[in-house]
């Protein structure tokens, strides 16, 4: 359904009520403006070959997407879809430039073990560069995974099929990672056809492969894979699973990031032979702090290392527990905190009934396990399995670590308690004229986009802003014969800054939007202003034009806008040129304060920032700063 109602103050209720809560709960943000995909172009969507019958009874199946310079590729059902971005202007149709079909042999044995003839299909669930010729691309083909490898820029396939187990799932409804790191690739997934055997695996490179211990619930324990990344000696895996340590509570899900050391070469025959000697892992804390902390503990998804203040960080979206009260945050995590968090105290349960506490050091082994061997304190050990046995054995009953990674600023970007689950993001960390301002797109199971300002910035704004909320799901363009429900939900985004506009997946098709749509203000100031879109500028002779970064638009920087030159502005609301069956409207909600990362006002936080706002909001006037030049 599009607008569930959700039960919107319960949580906030809920926080209230906590006895001696001294903040409140944060409030949902109300977007500045709402909109629909009426107007964009009809054939900005994608759901599969037209003369694929399998695609127009069940649409696209969409797996995942592979951006590779300006080529976006798209993982689907039996197809690998490749579309030149290049090529592709905006407006244009959504037609790929080429593409390879891999379906499975084996639909007729894959219905005899009980599955139903609609999932006997070859689904893509891995596609990564392999080097900078070929792609691996692994399917769950029919449940019997397999793997190919592809040319990147003929997508014929290349050498012989290689298994698919610990690589890529049995059944496509289970999750995966993988990356190339120095030549092997990492992956994470389930191993086998009852998805009961959780792994993280290293193979074909030169090394020795290695996985995680088996049907061993302390290492993972009914994980779910949201994202890997290479940084530094390490590969790291984040995940959500069932709680090891708040068993006591039912099956409650905590958030995790693991890593594993790239020069591992698992244990001794005594110990850990053929496992990783390196595997830890840490919660990641998603919450508001308080008196009585309140978690965000659902790991949903997470962004590559992006630019935040300085810092490289990841950006995530996390949900309440799925029995609890719907809420959802957008948390980020500096790599260096997590970096940190791997150096703290081990976690281990006393007894069998009792809590989870640190480790004394006294009782931990030297050197550290779980360290690198070759490097710091294992530096002596040129190998892992040269390491002493005690060292692994300890390791092998203590991958958790005792601390929570922090989120960045201690606290999300954004809560949401009343309006519909987010589950997917992608970040902007140059966006704006000057190339430092962070956007965040956030992907909901309703199938709307939000486009948010988080806190900070220039203007150390206190709170995020959603500066458009912008409805893509089009039944007509998307539907299929899977379950209606679910076709809404948005499983895949991807940014193509360069082309300015916005990826979005659903099951069934993929769709296109604009970053912005900056000639809907018109020749109107205001509303140009009061979008705060780091993606808009005003220009004194051309009114709302769009920002592509430097270089991008020519737009005078001159500084000599004149207070009188407000623009033309009907009923203080949009822009009356805005494109041609545009149905977004523009709303000035009542944002904290109207300041905009780039304008003028930013360079003197405080009381001028509602000065501009005042003046935009109330009097449709613009700053009169002496060097008044970008103002949205
Ligand atoms: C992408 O571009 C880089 C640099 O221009 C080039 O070295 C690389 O081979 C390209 N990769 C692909 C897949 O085309
Ligand atoms: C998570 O962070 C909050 C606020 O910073 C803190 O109060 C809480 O103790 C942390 N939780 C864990 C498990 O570390
Ligand atoms: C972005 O860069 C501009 C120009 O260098 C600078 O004036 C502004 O302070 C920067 N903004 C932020 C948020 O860092």
Not at 490 to 497: F, K, P, R, Y
Request: one cysteine or more.
């Amino acid at each position: 359904m599009p607008r569930a109602p959700h039960p919107m103050p319960l949580l906030l209720l809920l926080w209230l009520s906590l006895p001696h809560a001294q903040a409140a709960f944060p409030q949902d943000p109300i977007p500045l403006v709402t909109s629909d995909l009426q107007g964009s172009s009809p054939l900005s969507w994608f759901r599969g070959l037209e003369e694929d019958a399998v695609a127009a009874e069940l649409g696209l199946d969409f797996q995942r997407f592979l951006t590779l310079n300006r080529t976006l590729l798209v993982a689907a059902r039996d197809h690998v879809f490749s579309f030149d971005l290049q090529a592709q202007e905006e407006g244009e149709g959504l037609v790929p430039n080429k593409f390879l079909t891999w379906r499975s042999q084996d639909v007729e044995n894959c219905a005899v073990r009980g599955k139903l003839t609609d999932e006997c299909y070859n689904y893509i669930r891995v596609l990564v560069p392999w080097d900078s010729q070929r792609l691996l691309a692994c399917g769950t083909n029919s449940f019997s995974p397999m793997c190919r490898s592809y040319g990147i820029t003929s997508l014929q396939q290349e050498g012989e099929e290689l298994s698919g187990q610990a690589r890529c799932p049995f059944d496509a409804t289970q999750s995966n990672v993988a990356i190339f790191a120095e030549g092997s690739l990492y992956s994470a997934t389930a191993a086998d056809f009852q998805a009961s055997d959780a792994v993280v695996y290293r193979s074909l490179g030169s090394q020795p492969p290695l996985r995680s211990a088996k049907y061993d619930s302390k290492w993972l324990r009914e994980p779910h894979f949201v994202y890997a990344v290479e940084h530094r000696d390490h590969v790291y895996f984040f995940f959500r699973e069932v709680a090891v340590e708040e068993s006591r509570l039912g099956r409650v899900q905590f958030s995790r990031v693991a890593r594993v050391c790239k020069r591992d070469m698992g244990g001794s025959p005594r110990a850990l032979d053929r496992h990783w000697t390196s595997f830890l892992k840490l919660r990641l804390n998603c919450s508001v702090p308080g008196d009585s902390t309140f978690y965000f503990d659902v790991l949903q998804a997470l962004t590559g290392p992006v630019n935040l203040h300085g810092r490289s960080a990841l950006f995530g979206v996390f949900t309440t527990q799925t029995n609890s009260i719907p809420g959802s945050a957008v948390c980020a995590f500096y790599l260096d905190d997590i970096e940190r968090g791997f150096e703290g105290k081990f976690k281990e349960q006393r007894s069998l009934d009792g809590a989870w506490t640190p480790v004394s050091e006294d009782r931990v082994p030297s050197p550290r396990p779980g360290s690198c061997a070759g490097v710091g304190g294992a530096a002596s050990f040129s190998s892992s399995q040269d390491l002493p046995d005690a060292v692994l054995l300890f390791i092998k009953a203590h991958p958790l670590l005792d601390p929570a990674v922090p989120p960045a600023t201690h606290q999300p970007l954004l809560t949401l308690t009343s309006r519909a689950l987010l589950t997917q993001v992608a970040v902007d960390g140059v966006a704006g004229p000057h190339r430092n301002t962070t956007v965040l797109f956030l992907g909901s199971n309703d199938g709307t986009v939000l486009k948010v300002l988080p806190p900070g910035g220039q203007s150390l704004r206190p709170e995020p802003i959603i500066l458009e909320e912008i409805d893509a799901y089009s039944p007509a363009r998307c539907s299929g014969k899977r379950s209606a429900q679910a076709s809404r939900r948005i499983i895949g985004l991807e940014l193509d800054t360069e082309g300015h506009r916005l990826f979005v997946a659903f099951p069934g098709c993929i769709v296109y939007l604009p970053l912005s749509r900056c000639a809907r203000h018109g020749a109107c100031q205001r509303s140009c202003l009061a979008s705060q879109d780091p993606y808009c500028g005003w220009h004194r002779l051309r009114g709302c034009v769009s920002i592509r970064g430097p270089g991008g638009t020519d737009v005078d920087v001159t500084g000599n806008q004149e207070s009188t030159e407000h623009g033309d502005c009907q009923d203080g609301a949009t822009g009356s040129q805005s494109g041609p069956g545009d149905s977004a409207y523009v709303h000035l909600g009542p944002g904290p304060s109207l300041e905009t990362p780039s304008s003028p006002s930013d360079a003197h936080p405080g009381p001028q920032s509602s000065t501009l706002g005042a003046h935009t909001q109330g009097k449709g006037v613009a700053w009169e700063g002496p060097s008044a030049v970008w103002t949205c």
